[in-house]
């Protein structure tokens, strides 16, 4: 039978065994610092290319990671703009588009491919990969650049790449210090050494030991959040985890058994775990984002579902995306950690 033991989350000695995962994601602002400094030249250069040549008619992003950055570009892109995350590109896509790719592994031969395919057709080319890997070795064409990306961080690969949009106008403000330094602060609020009462990825990996999370974000980067933190639940504990819009979720909620103090949720034939809405909350101040939320947690507090919430003080989007994702990420490692078997 497996059973929570938050003694765990304080215990120097359980803590040590997890000292690599945690230290990996403690060092999350100084990947970012390390991928936008070794990016710099080839950035530069890629922005003075840009200048040479018109506004591009549309921006595709290619590659199984696009979905990030659909989320950030979609709402604010000047041109059309599209995520296109399969091994190809749209069959419009040509000399008159900006192709761009998150690849930080580097290896994935559809990505590859598809970056082949651009420059085939002549698009200008910008591609976040280590070089020297199998995607660096198909960015090669008049128009065509790799910005480095040694770390294999997806979100450092992602601020790098949205940076260079910035700068040739084709994406919001992204402030990679920001980013990283708000990833320095979930990892100083959230570390291993802050105790338990005043940890709130401790708190909430308590609050998620018995219980299914159903995991929210209202703006669209806060629901890429919750989804990725959901996924972290799941690999974490090898649970059910999920996230949804709020009409997806409403129903989970409405349909939990009243709360019986004497019920126990793993004994054979029980009601089985109950829910605990988990709200990613961004600081959205969008009118359907706040009547969303506002209907997910009454729902709740009518079922006696309990809430937990995480908040985030980052002065832009992408650095609020972070730290929630960071903040869930450290929560999934306590669960974890605190998961034991008899």
């Known amino acids: ?3 929570f033991d938050e003694a765990r989350l304080d215990d120097e000695s359980a803590l040590g065994t997890m000292d690599m995962r945690l230290r990996h994601l403690a060092e999350s602002g100084s990947r970012v610092r390390r991928e936008v400094g070794d990016a710099a030249e080839a950035a530069d250069s890629a922005v003075e290319r840009a200048r040479e040549l018109d506004r591009p008619r549309a921006v595709v992003a290619a590659g199984p990671d696009s979905r990030l ?8 892109c000047p041109v059309p703009f599209v995520a296109w995350p399969g091994p190809a590109l749209p069959g419009w896509a040509g000399s008159l588009d900006l192709v761009i790719v998150l690849a930080p592994d580097g290896s994935d031969s559809g990505t590859a491919s598809a970056v082949a395919e651009a420059v085939r057709r002549g698009c200008q080319v ?5 070089p020297g890997s199998l995607v660096a070795e198909h960015t090669v064409g008049r128009y065509a650049t790799v910005l480095p990306s040694t770390t294999g961080d997806q979100l450092a690969a992602a601020v790098v790449m949205l940076s260079y949009l910035h700068r040739v106008q084709l994406g919001p403000e992204t402030a990679p210090d920001a980013v990283a330094d708000a990833l320095d602060q979930v990892a100083i609020d959230c570390g291993p050494r802050k105790d338990l009462a005043v940890n709130e990825a401790k708190m909430l990996a308590i609050a998620l030991a018995d219980a299914t999370p159903i995991v929210w974000g209202g703006s669209v980067l806060a629901a890429r959040a919750a989804r990725r933190v959901a996924e972290q639940v799941r690999r974490a504990s090898g649970r059910t985890a999920i996230a949804g819009d709020a009409e997806h979720l409403l129903p989970v909620i409405e349909a939990a058994r009243p709360r019986d103090v004497f019920d126990d949720p793993f004994a054979e034939g029980g009601a089985g775990p109950r829910p605990v809405l988990v709200v990613l909350d961004d600081g959205s101040e969008d009118a ?3 009547e969303q939320r506002g209907r997910l947690q009454a729902t709740a507090a009518e079922r006696g579902v309990r809430v937990e919430t995480l908040t985030t003080e980052a002065p832009t989007e992408v650095a609020r995306y972070a730290s929630l994702l960071l903040s ?3 929560a999934a490692e306590y669960l974890r950690l605190g998961l034991v078997e008899d």
């Open 288 to 290: 359907t984002v706040r």
């Open 1 to 3: 039978m497996t059973w």
């Open 328 to 330: 869930g990420t450290y």
């Open 69 to 76: 950055l659909r989320a950030v570009l979609e709402p604010w």
């Open 126 to 130: 910008v591609v976040a990969c280590p």
